[in-house]
């Protein structure tokens, strides 16, 4: 269950929002009187999966006006227990979460800040020495601590809303962060001589469809969990097995002048980028994730179409690059 309050002024508007918000059908609603400043509280309950209609009919309503605020809570518990919905569609439409509350989640995780910066440069010292040691748990642990599944997110969220701005800063800030874990692991293949033996670090010079899949998967997944409102945390360590290690070992290879390997690593990491933003925006666009207006429904259509088109682009142009590799005697597995 989640609780919507909206505060506004007295007058004229009251009447046209308590009446559209109680098409909605809460399970709940009261309208207080005026308090001392001539400010209305209007207070609906809603099942999880429902409100998103009675926040677009009080934004539509008071958009241009000022002094008035609307806040979404999760409720933990209520009583009497409420009934499950009968209706199974019902239920089923009812498992995506308010667009406002993902856009709360997702934009936090497009901001460059010495947090990000300083979690994407611990994981890929502790991803590069990982693999070159062959050791599987630091490579996880790395993938731990790696922040960059919220750029991601961001950027397709962006790109199925149509939103240019919230886009051009998640772009700006994944590649800071990949742009910092090719630096840094770049800098240490200059001192420190990477195993070519180990399995760990060779695996991330293959690219395979195993490789594009895990990435299709990955990106699919965390995608879900935002549009559900399910914990994203596991999903993840999935986005960032699929981008910090071959960026890590992309960038470890060519310090240390292994050129060959180091281009089969950005590679595997371009396909993996591609493939995370393709199924994360087509999660969010199957799943219903739509601006709330007709003429930014039609921009978010064109931004679905051309970001897509542009992926499918990329995927086949790079699965050609791929196959180029493995016919002139490379070892990268065709796509």
């Known amino acids: 269950m989640r609780l919507i309050e909206v505060t506004f002024p007295d007058g004229d508007k009251v009447q046209p929002i308590l009446k559209a918000t109680l098409k909605t059908e809460p399970l709940d609603h009261r309208l207080t009187e005026p308090d001392a400043k001539g400010k209305r509280l209007l207070r609906l309950t809603f099942r999880d999966g429902d409100g998103q209609k009675a926040i677009d009919a009080v934004q539509a309503i008071m958009e241009g006006e000022q002094n008035w605020r609307l806040v979404v809570i999760p409720i933990e518990a209520s009583v009497p227990r409420i009934d499950e919905d009968p209706d199974e569609a019902t239920r089923k439409k009812r498992r995506l979460a308010l667009r406002e509350e993902m856009f709360q989640d997702i934009a936090k995780g497009a901001e460059i800040n010495s947090d990000f910066l300083m979690l994407t440069a611990l994981s890929t010292v502790v991803v590069v020495f990982g693999l070159s040691a062959d050791n599987v748990a630091a490579v996880i642990g790395a993938m731990v601590i790696a922040p ?26 994944a590649v800071t962060g990949l742009a910092l874990g090719l630096a840094l692991s770049f800098l240490v293949g200059l001192f420190y001589e990477p195993n070519l033996y180990s399995n760990e670090l060779m695996s ?4 395979g469809p195993d490789s594009a899949a895990l990435a299709l998967a990955a990106g699919a997944a965390a995608a879900l969990s935002i549009a559900t409102g399910l914990p994203a945390a596991l999903v993840g360590v999935m986005v960032a097995v699929a981008l910090l290690p071959p ?7 060519a310090g240390s002048g292994s050129w060959d390997l180091a281009g089969r690593a950005a590679l595997l990491l371009s396909i993996n980028v ?10 969010y666009y ?13 921009s ?5 179409y051309v970001n897509a088109g ?4 990329m995927i086949l142009l790079l699965s ?12 990268v597995v065709q796509l």
């Open 286 to 298: 199957f799943k219903g994730v739509r601006p709330r207006t007709w003429l930014e429904r039609r």
């Open 300 to 304: 978010a259509k064109r931004s679905v």
């Open 320 to 331: 050609a690059l791929a196959a180029h590799f493995a016919a002139t005697g490379g070892e």
């Open 204 to 207: 991330r010079t293959v690219v």
């Open 274 to 283: 591609v493939a995370v933003n393709l199924s994360a925006l087509m999660v």
């Open 310 to 313: 542009v992926w499918i682009t």
């Open 247 to 253: 960026a890590s070992a992309a960038g470890l290879l």
């Open 148 to 173: 960059l599944l919220g750029p991601i997110l961001a950027f397709s969220f962006g790109s199925a809303l149509g939103d240019l701005p919230l886009m051009l800063k998640a772009a700006r800030t």
